[in-house]
């Protein structure tokens, strides 16, 4: 079945570090590749997508490009913000597969200090 | 409402209790989608519905769950005799149609003592 490897935390960075958060993944077809993320008391939001080979998907700041000869989207940000700390989830979506459901990885929490 | 709304948002039962969880989408959204969030596991998918129907219902952990939704609205998730293993936070998430953009609700913290 599909599956997300993300690379577990806690990541604790500086501010104005470079952030990489790695995530591969194994699918059935041909997926959709997405970053969630969860601020602190808040609900998962969408941070960018990317939904063919070598497409990025890029938000705030934030960068991932989709590998499909690695199966890998991982997420990089070039100058972290202490705003930045949350929980980051890779995820995939398998329509191959014949569903509509993402599949996410475990999550890789991100602290950033001052 | 401006976003998906679920209620409880904390929930204390006792085992062997039945509960009921309850999500409201965001007005105008088709598909609806039920996620478990279980602390060190990240998110484990429970229930899809499309409209009132259920296409994907393969991630229910057991027969002590199940869910329904009404009017194309409002979804409840029910677990029977509760176990302390059921103990997580309960996700919704509607996007307008399947394959779309998920919006998620803060989300249920159910805890079984």
């Known amino acids: 079945g599909d599956s997300v490897t993300q690379m577990e935390g806690p990541v604790t960075l500086s501010e104005e570090a470079f952030l990489t958060i790695n995530c591969t993944y194994t699918?059935?077809?041909?997926?959709?590749l997405f970053w969630y993320v969860q601020y602190p008391g808040e609900g998962l939001q969408l941070l960018l997508k990317?939904?063919?080979?070598?497409d990025k998907g890029s938000n705030k700041g934030f960068e991932a490009t989709y590998r499909k000869e690695t199966t890998s989207f991982h997420l990089e940000k070039g100058s972290v913000q202490v705003s930045d700390s949350a929980v980051y989830f890779c995820?995939?979506?398998?329509?191959?597969?014949?569903?509509?459901?993402?599949?996410f990885g475990k999550g890789t929490k991100l602290s950033v200090i001052p | 409402g401006a976003g998906v709304s679920q209620s409880p948002s904390n929930k204390v039962t006792e085992k062997g209790k039945d509960v009921e969880l309850r999500c409201d989408p965001i007005?105008?959204?088709?598909?609806l989608y039920w996620y478990r969030q279980s602390l060190g596991q990240g998110l484990e998918f429970l229930i899809y519905?499309?409209?009132?129907?259920?296409?994907?219902k393969s991630g229910l952990p057991s027969d002590r769950f199940s869910a329904e939704r009404t009017g194309g609205s409002v979804s409840t998730l029910t677990i029977q005799r509760t176990q302390q293993e059921d103990s997580a936070v309960y996700l919704c998430?509607?996007?307008?149609?399947?394959?779309?953009?998920?919006?998620f609700g803060s989300g249920t913290q159910l805890s079984v003592l």
């Open positions: 998430a509607s996007s307008l149609g399947p394959n779309e953009k998920l919006f």
């Open positions: 699918a059935t077809g041909y997926p959709s």
């Open positions: 990317a939904t063919k080979a070598d």
């Open positions: 995820a995939l979506s398998d329509q191959g597969a014949g569903s509509y459901q993402l599949t």
């Open positions: 007005s105008g959204h088709t598909a």
């Open positions: 519905f499309q409209g009132n129907s259920a296409p994907d």
